[in-house]
C-alpha cells in the first residue's frame, strides 16, 4: 500500500550531519586551519576572492574550508554572503602604475624602465612531483634584495607616447554596476570588464584560447603582466579627502594587439585588458584576451561569428554561479512536467496505433 | 531569529525588487529587468521566487512553499526553513491560511483569494528563448509584438505530431498583449492562471521579474482548430478519489503497477480528511 | 492615369567618404517591374537595400502609397508600421535563399509564418493556403512537412518566392533572385516569375548583372555606375539602342558571350 513520501525535512537535516562528518574526515588526522588554508594554498584563496568579487582572504579561506575544496562551491558561499553586506560608498580607481610589484613581465620588449621581474611564479619549475614536499620539510627562505626603482610605468604608456597604441580616453561618467542593476544587451566595455573579471577561470581561459586557434583571431602579445599589492583609498565626505582603507594584490595584464589603420588614420596596435583580484595571472591574460576580442564592432573589425566575439554569448555565460546553479537544478523534482510529457507521449502514441490500425482495415 | 535583515535581503534591495514588481504589475505580462542578487541557494532552485517573497513578505504573514504540488519535497522544505529561519514569519501547508505561496511547477487545486499572492520559480521567463536564442532580438520582437513565430512553433508542431506538443511551460498571451512563459506549470494549470490572486513570477539567474494582476485574461495559445486543451491522465486521484486534479503518476512494485495520486498534497490530504476515499487509500473507513 | 504605387526621391547613402547611391528618382506604377543593373559595387544592392528599409538613406524620399494611410515617407514612418509593411504590402527575396527562409522549419511553416504573423488562427486554412503556393511554385504537395536543407537550390529559391508572396504582397523587392543557381534551373525560375508577376499583377523591383534577367521581366530598366544612374527607359528600348557608353559596353559584353 502506497503512502505519500513524507519526511523530506528529516532526510535534509541527516543529509547535513552527514556531510559535516564527512567534511572533517578522518578525525585522526589532524584539522585544517583557515589561516593554513590562507597560507599555503594561497592560490585558491585568490581564484575565490577573484570570482566571488570579495577581497578577504580570511573568508576565502573559510568558504574553502567549508566547501571540502569545491571552489566553485566556495565562491557560491562568498558569493551569497556578499549579498548581505551593505554597500557603504565607492573607492578611488586603484592605481596600478604605483603597484608595488611581485612580479612584472612584458614579452614585448627585452628591457624596460623598471625591469623585469620573474617574481613567485611557477613558469620555469620543471613539472615533476617533488616528493620531499610529501614530507615535513623546513621552511624556505629566498633571498631579498631593497628594490631600487619606486615607480614601474606601464609598457602601453611607452607605446602611446609614440602614438603607436590606440589611446583609451579617460572619462568621469561612473560606470554602471553589474551587482546593482541588472545586465543588459550592448552591455559596452565596463560591465563587460566587469563580468570577465569574476567570470569563471575555465571559462574565460577555453574563450581565450579559441582566439588564439582562430576563432576571432587578435594577435595577441602580452605588454606587460603585474602582480602586486596596490593601495586603495576612499573620499570621506566628512573628511574632505581620500583615505586609505587598505591594500590589495592584483594583477594586471595588458595585451598590445594586431594593428587597425586605413591611408587616412595611421596604423597603430590595439589593447586587451584583464584586472583580477589576487595572483590570478592565467585568468588576467585570458581575461585581455576575451575583452579584446569583444572589441571587435568599436574597432572596426569584422565578425567572423565567433563566439569569443559574441557578447551576449560570452557574458551571458561566464558566471559559473549562475551556470552550477542551473545545471544542478536539474537534480531538483521534475515530475510535474515529466508527468505531463508521459501522458502527451502516449496520447501521441495512442493516435498514431488508431491511425495504423483504421489504415489495415 | 537570526542575525539577518528580515527576510534576508537589506531594505533597500527589497526597495529596488518591489519597484520591479510594481512595474511588472502595471504592465501585466511583461519581463521587468532587476538587479538579481547571490542567494544562498543555487541560481535555478528558486532564487527568484525567493527574493520576490522576500520583498513581498510582512512579520504578519503565513508563508507556504510547494515543489511539484507538494510541502515537503526537499527544496520546499529547504526554502521554507529559510524564511522561518530569516523572517520568523507563520508557515502553513495549509493553501487556505497561507498569505504567499511561494510554489515551483503547480497552482494550487484550490482556488485562491483576493488576499493571497502566489510567488512563482521561474527558470527561463522567456518564452521566445528557445526559438530564437539573443535577448536582443527578443526584446524587440516583444516590444513590436511580433509573435508570429511561437505560432510558427505550434503549427510544426500539428503538422509533425499531429498535436500541439508542448504540455507544460506552455505559452500564454496576457491582457491581449505580451505572450508569457507561465513557468513549466502543466497546461492543465493553465486555466488557473486568470484568478482572484495575485501571481508574480521571479527569474532569479536571467533578472527577470513579471506579474498577472488579479482578474487579468490570460489566453493560452492555440490555433482554431486546434484549440488548446488542458488535459491530463484520466484517471480519479487513487487516494482521495478526486477526479478534477493534476495527478502524479506513482510506480508501486517491479511488475509495472502503478497508481495516480493528486500532486497537490495539501489538497489530497484534506479531501481524505472530509471522508473521500480512493481506490488504493490507506485510510480504514471508519464505518467499516 | 493611375498614382504611382512608389515613389523614389534624390535618394542618397553615403559610406564614410564614399558614395554608395546618389540622386536616384524614379517612379513604379501599379503592375509595373522595374530592372535595377550594373556590376557589382555599382551601387545597386544598396539602392534597393535603401528602398526596402534594410539600410537608412541619408537623404532623399521614398513614398509608397499605402492601402489605408494614403501616400506615406516610409522613411518616417515607425518600426512597427515598417515592419508591418514589409510583412504585408512588401516582400523580400534574398539572393541566397538561406537568408530568407527559416531553415530548421519545414516547407509548409515557412509558407504559413506570413500568414500567423498577420493573425491567421486556423491550422487547416493555413495548411491549405501553403499546399496551394507550393503547387504554384512547383514543388509537390507530399514535400510540405520537409525542410528546406533536404531541398536543392532551384527549390529553395522557389520556396523563398512561395514564403513572400503568399500574403499578396503589392511590391516585391528582388535582390539577384537567379544568383547562384545553375543556367536550366534559372531559366525555370525566370518563367515562374515571370507567369507569377503577370498573375498576380505585382509591382516588382529587381536588381540584377543578368541582362537576360531583366530583358525577360522588366518593362523598365535603370543602369547604375559607381552609385549614380546613368540611363534609364523601357528596357526593349535601353537594351536594343543603348545611349550612355557603360550601358553600351555592358550590352556588348552580354552579346559577345
Redesign the interface.
Known sequence: MYVAVKGGERAIDNAHEWLAEERRGDTDIAELSIAQIREQLALAVNRVMAEGSLYDPDLAALAIKQSRGDLIEAIFLIRAYRTTLPRIGHSKPIETSDMACDRRISATFKDLPGGQILGPTFDYTHRLLDFKLAAEGKAPVAQTRETDVDRMPRVTDFLNQDGLIQTETPTDTSPPDLTRQPMQFPAGRPLRLQNLTRGDEGFVLSIAYSTQRGYARNHPFVGELRIGRVVVEMDIPALGFAVDIGEITVTECETVNQFTGSKTEPAQFTRGYGLVFGQTERKAISMALVDRALRWEELGEDNMGAPAQDEEFVLAHSDNIQATGFLEHIKLPHYVDFQSELELVRKLRRETADATKEAAE | MSDYNFAYLDEQTKRMIRRAILKGVAIPGYQVPFASREMPMPYGWGTGGVQVSAACLTPEDTFKVIDQGADDTTNAVSIRKFFEFTAGVAVTEHTGEATVIQTRHRIPEEPLREDQILVYQVPIPEPLRFLEPRETETRKMHALEEYGLMHVKLYEDISRHGNIATSYAYPVKVEGRYVMDPSPIPKFDNPKLEMAAIQLFGAGREQRIYAIPPYTQVISLDFEDYPFDPSKADHPCDLCGAEHTYLDEVIIDDAGGRMFVCSDTDYCAGRQADGHRGRLSPIQEAAE | MTNPLFSVRDVAKYYGGRIGCADVSFDLYPGEVMGIVGESGSGKSTLLNCLAGHLTPDAGQILFDTRTGGVRDTREMS??ER?MLS?TDWAFVHQHARDGL?MS??A??NV???L???GA????T??AQAIDWLGRVEIDESR??DRPTAFSGGMQQRLQIARNLVTGPRLVFMDEPTGGLDVSVQARLLDLLRSLVREMGLSAIIVTHDLAVVRLLADRLMVMKSGYVVEAGLTDQVLDDPQHAYTQLLVSSVLQV
Open positions: 518600426e512597427p515592419r510583412r527559416r522549419v519545414s509548409g511553416g504559413g509564418e506570413r500567423m504573423a498577420v488562427r486556423r491550422y487547416d493555413i495548411r510540405i512537412d
